[in-house]
Structures are given as structure tokens and as C-alpha cells.
């Protein structure tokens, strides 16, 4: 079993940067593909980026593809969301999740965090 926390999440501009990390517990973290997605209010969970287990490939959303870029340090057992150039349609709660296999689909993942808020302002 995987724990996930985030932490990360504020209030920005637009055109801001902000980093998003997850903090996994147990020993298993590299054996786990992890993804990060996002929530707005009123709207479903959706897909935001995805890292297999060593790294080597990453995938992104149209939406955040060329702003925001995944990462994972598997000696830390953390995963980060480097998001740049923010703007007013980022804002959403961004949660973590881990499966054992790759994907943009909510049901490819096992573990989720908690989530955490952030705000873009104009």
C-alpha cells in the first residue's frame, strides 16, 4: 500500500510558477507508475501528467503540455509538478496518485493523496 501527500499548492499570478511535490510512504514507490490530476470545482478529476516508474518517459495533457513538466526521485520517494506560466484556467484542486500501470484514466490509479489547492489570480 502507497500513502500520498501533497504539498505545494498556493495562490499565484498568472504567468506565476509553482512546484507541487508528493510524498509517498513505503518501501514499493519505484514499482509504482504515478500521475498527477487536477479537480476544478464542479467538474470532474481529470488527467494532468504521468511518469513511469524509473523516469524515462513522461506524458501531459494538451492543456499543460510545453508549462508544466513531471519528475520523480525514487530515493526520496517524492514526484513533483514543476507548473510555469500559469493561468486562470489551472486553477483546481491537484492530486497525486499512484498505479501499477501507466495512464490518463482515473481507474489506472490505486492510491490517491489528499490534494491540494491552487489559485491562479488575473
Known amino acids: 500500500q502507497v500513502q500520498l501527500v501533497e504539498s505545494g499548492g498556493g495562490l499565484v499570478q498568472a504567468g506565476d510558477s509553482l512546484r507541487l511535490s508528493c510524498a509517498a510512504s513505503?518501501?514499493?514507490?519505484?514499482?509504482?507508475?504515478m500521475g498527477w490530476f487536477r479537480q476544478a470545482p464542479g467538474k470532474e478529476r481529470l488527467f494532468v501528467a504521468g511518469?513511469?516508474?524509473?523516469?524515462?518517459?513522461?506524458y501531459y495533457a494538451d492543456s499543460v503540455k510545453g508549462r508544466f513538466t513531471i519528475s520523480r526521485d525514487n530515493a526520496k520517494n517524492m514526484v513533483y509538478l514543476q507548473m510555469d506560466s500559469l493561468k486562470s484556467e489551472d486553477p483546481a484542486v491537484y492530486y497525486c496518485?499512484?498505479?501499477?500501470?501507466?495512464?490518463?484514466?482515473?481507474?489506472?490509479?490505486?492510491?490517491w493523496g489528499q490534494g491540494t489547492q491552487v489559485t491562479v489570480s488575473s
Open positions: 496518485a499512484a498505479g501499477r500501470v501507466p495512464g490518463r484514466l482515473n481507474w489506472q490509479y490505486d492510491y
Open positions: 513505503g518501501r514499493t514507490f519505484s514499482t509504482y507508475h
Open positions: 511518469i513511469t516508474l524509473n523516469g524515462g518517459h513522461t
